[in-house]
């Protein structure tokens, strides 16, 4: 499968300016940057830009996303294996040691000062990030809607994953509802229902933290990475997402607290700015 290029930013966390409209577009996985205090981690580049480093074609995806609904993006560039953004840092997938069969010598034995710099120099950043673009909203009294764009890939431990997009929801259906009946109108379209992953058990940390704890208004696509691959594929599903959430985010009524439940039962989502014992920065 080709593997899309993408415009590298001087930035870890590159911030699109969309136009008024109170949403933001989040790119966790965008891609597969190591900073030079990091190494190569021990792995061939190969690796690196396969599956395991990013969500192949998700930023591309988000870019034209947030042009066609002129809305801002966020996108984050350092490479999942490096610290995963969408993960509560000091959990097993956070930093890890080995994805999909891959071994990541540089990220084996790391002591206590590493994980620390990590989450401080390229966790935070991204989520300070995010946390700045709703307070920007909030205090012009409006409430933002957040959009997770992340790909996966075709083939999982031996099995098959049929569906091209996918939408994970968890209580909050307010967007999810109508998006997932849109989807469903295009003939000969497979369309996963919290799938490939399920959004019952495991949102991640960025929606389950900056939309669900605070009740937000919110929606994660999932699209499978061939689909993507390339310019062509990208652009298609950017005009097939932003066609099924214009008529959404065109109700007045979505922008507000939803008065439900919507965490995991376990519970457990602590603050970013105390993640691993990590004192906030400006």
């Known amino acids: 499968m080709s593997k899309p290029v993408e415009p590298c930013p001087s930035e870890p966390v590159e911030i699109i300016k969309g136009g008024d409209r109170p949403a933001l577009l989040l790119c966790d996985h965008a891609g597969h940057e190591v900073p030079r205090a990091v190494g190569d981690l021990g792995i061939s580049r190969d690796n690196l830009t396969r599956h395991i480093g990013w969500d192949i074609g998700a930023a591309a995806v988000t870019r034209r996303l947030a042009s066609r609904l002129g809305a801002t993006a966020l996108l984050n560039h350092v490479s999942r294996l490096v610290i995963d953004v969408n993960r509560r840092p000091r959990t097993p997938t956070s930093i890890p040691a080995v994805s999909d069969g891959c071994v990541v010598p540089g990220n084996e034995g790391l002591d206590e000062s590493e994980v620390d710099r990590r989450i401080r120099d390229y966790f935070l950043p991204y989520h300070r990030a995010i946390a700045r673009g709703i307070a920007r909203f909030r205090r012009g009294g409006r409430i933002p809607v957040l959009v997770a764009v992340h790909s996966f890939t075709p083939h999982l431990n031996g099995e098959d994953r049929p569906w091209p997009i996918g939408v994970l929801w968890r209580g909050d259906r307010r967007l999810a509802g109508p998006v997932l009946e849109a989807l469903r109108r295009r003939p ?27 009740r937000l208004p919110h929606i994660m696509f999932e699209i499978r990475q061939d689909e993507i691959a390339d310019a062509r594929g990208a652009a298609a599903y950017a005009t097939l997402i932003g066609d099924c959430l214009e008529p959404a985010l065109a109700d007045a009524a979505l922008y507000t607290i939803f008065d439900g439940d919507n965490l995991p039962e376990s519970g457990g989502i602590r603050a970013w700015r105390h993640a691993g014992h990590i004192s906030p920065l400006g």
């Open 188 to 214: 000969n379209l497979l369309v996963g229902d919290n799938q490939p992953y399920s959004g019952q058990r495991e949102f991640g940390f960025t929606i389950t933290f900056h939309a669900q704890r605070t």
